[in-house]
């Protein structure tokens, strides 16, 4: 831009100044040629004629050195004219580069601090959605894996959200997917999903049902959204089949523990008021002493039984723990029942094997087991059967089985007969003198040794059971 202005002004200057000396050199010769036509009668014309020349050659000269002399002050005077243009444009483009500069880096700032404060947003967005992840799957897992039953329904009654307990506890299938398929026609409830929605207060939000073996308790309660208004339904579904069955054996227990006490309170209270009411020989006195007796021990024997079952469920029982021969227990237990054998005529057979580790466990309760089982074989098998005892070892466990050609359980029964009170026969039970307890206490025992206890048997063909007990 500085040399086009140099240019333009020595350009200039040359024109201006090459104009004047030619129009000055033109007036000359313009003048001179006048006289040239004055003189020519005076026979002056050759002189005027050289005169003319020399001042055509002076002109020429003049504009020479004029133009050089031209030149010389148009780059003087351009330099002094443009000195100051060319600092302030200097200065001017130094500022603007300044300017432009700083607006640069101040640009360069703020874009580099709009794109932290993006890339802040967005780490915290992702962070935030992979933790919205993560809890999603959390509960759709703890959903998915719950023992309890989910189901959820939209406004329009249709299913949103179902887990496997609930599939498998109202035996769903892929068909049942609306609230009215499910309760009312399925499971024959009488039950409205509006009613639970709009009058929750005035509407019962519990049912129990039955299905098949199960027991079931199904809680129904509505979701609202964002907004605060009703969404849907939700439905908890609770198996309840254990509770029942816990309760209705309580409800059990307390009836048959109060039938055993009853009847030989009865028996000794009739016996007592008989005695007292009138004189009777030595004989009849006797006998009914005996009854007396003999109710009186049953229902001691209850008690104790009663109170050795208290102490196991509180876990009150203090045991002493100690290492002995199995083999050498078992043949103890069957000489104290001996007399039993004999009376029955039974025949006996006992087998240990010579390489029966020790056993560490509580050798009272161990001998208590063992003495219920050799009782209650020697109770079902009619006179003159079979009982063959096996002492043996396996892998890090000891193991007693006995096995009898009695009376046998029915299969149906197998599973309850640990159960407190449970008789297979209650009248022949009760006649030889059972209490019911003896298995329960039994397993009580066995479990607190880390022992267990099988039994498998069929009606009239016999039974088989193992006792297993830990060698370490």
Known sequence: MLKQTHIKTITILFI?????????????????NDIKSQLIETNMEIEIEQRINNLLRLTILIDVIYSFICIIMAIIFSWLLNKPIVKLISDAEKMVSSENKL?????????????????????ELK??????????KQIETMILHMTDGIIAFNMQGEVILVNQAATRLLRLLPQDKDFNTIFNKKIH?????EKIIYLENWTSSEQKITIGDKYLNM?????????ERPAGIMVL???????????NMRKEFVADVSHELKTPITSIMGYADTLLEGEYDKETQVR??????????????????????????????????????????VKQCQEKVQIEIDKKKHKVECFVTADVPNVYADREGIERVILNILTNSIK????????????????????????????GIPEEDLSRIFERFYRVDKARTRQMGGTGLGLSIAKEILDKNNGTIDIKSQKGKGTEVVIRIPTK
Do not use: C
């Open 103 to 123: 607006e640069k880096q101040k640009m360069n700032r703020d874009t580099d601090d709009v794109v932290n404060a993006f890339n802040m947003v967005t780490d």
């Open 127 to 136: 962070e935030n959605l992979n933790e919205m992840t993560r809890q999603k």
């Open 237 to 247: 579904i609770q198996d309840i089949t254990e509770h029942v069955k816990l309760d």
């Open 380 to 407: 079902y098998t009619p006179d003159g059967g079979n009982i063959k005892i096996y002492v043996g070892f396996v892998y890090n466990d000891a193991y007693i089985k006995v096995i009898d050609n009695g009376l």
């Open 288 to 329: 009914f002493l005996n009854v007396i007796a003999e109710e009186a021990r049953r229902m001691a024997k209850l008690v104790t039984d009663l109170l050795t079952l208290s102490r196991f469920d509180n876990n009150q029982v203090l045991q002493e723990k100690v290492k002995f021969d199995l083999g050498e227990l």
């Open 16 to 32: 201006i100044g090459i104009i004047l000396i030619t129009g000055l050199g033109i007036i000359n010769i313009i003048n001179l």
């Open 189 to 193: 409830l009488d039950i409205n999903m």
């Open 219 to 227: 809680f129904f309660a509505q979701f609202k959204d964002e907004n």
